[in-house]
């Protein structure tokens, strides 16, 4: 389980998740297995772009569902990195070109012909191209028992003051209490208010964790940032001399321009090329130490299938 929110409007759209994935003996929950897991997607094909997030089954076909997901939207297998137990970035074009609605749609078929995709439920936000303007989209695709899968891909045209909100997985039941702060821009300001609701479910469902990955999306713009319950400090031992690093985390990246692993982000905030789109990754918070890089990324391990 966990739990994923999404806001859409015509000039922006907000995707928050948690990080924690679970482990089970048939219904019953034994505890956790992967406290900063990845379940967040982004997918930029020209001027379109959405983020995806999903609930149910931490695994398919034996690799993160993550994973899963982004390699069908990619085409192709992921190069790993030198140590063969993470993937490297990759600067290219990619394999097969889909637009937004017909990576949906190979998602919605390959979830309902694999093993366990009936177990999966993902939500989706952004933007596709429609009688040549840049089009809303909210999206929950869920396959079935009967092997097909239901896409509601239907939305309304947002207004500048209407925007729609969807869920998946945990109930949400606290109530979404947008920050008031100077110098906060207001959709940043919504992402984390989203993001405390997550952190409230997370006090009284053992199924929902406490760190959350929000991404932030206007036409042309991603923004991606971690924001955890407390802050991540990891010790890099292969840094010189050897630091103690406030650590930031990021999802899937793919665009026309190639693919970004979810990283491990030291420093920051780290910008990469999206084929058209400025792609921001933001960090913890600048480094101190004398000497120390401005910023730096690791691709982030992979964990094994229990």
Known sequence: MTLVIAESASTYSVMVSDRLTTKWRGTNLIGRFDEVANKTVVF???TEGVAIGYTGNAFLERMPTDEWIAQQLW???????????SYAMYMGPPKVRRSVPQALFHLQARLAATRGGQGVTLLATGWRRRRGRLTPLLVTITARRNRR???DMRMRRPTSLLSRRASVGASLTATVAVPSMPGLHPVRALGQGLA???????RTDRTVGPHVMQVLMIPGQVVCEFLPEAEHVIRFGDLKPSLAVPTAYSPWILSDGGYVPPQLIGGGPVRVPGGGWLITMAGARPLQAAGAPAA???SQRRPKAP
């Open 75 to 85: 085409g192709d297998a992921f190069m790993l990195g030198p140590h063969g137990d």
């Open 196 to 202: 405390a609701a997550i952190r409230n479910v997370s």
């Open 149 to 151: 899968t239901q896409a």
């Open 296 to 298: 730096f990324v690791y």
């Open 44 to 46: 930029l094909s020209g």
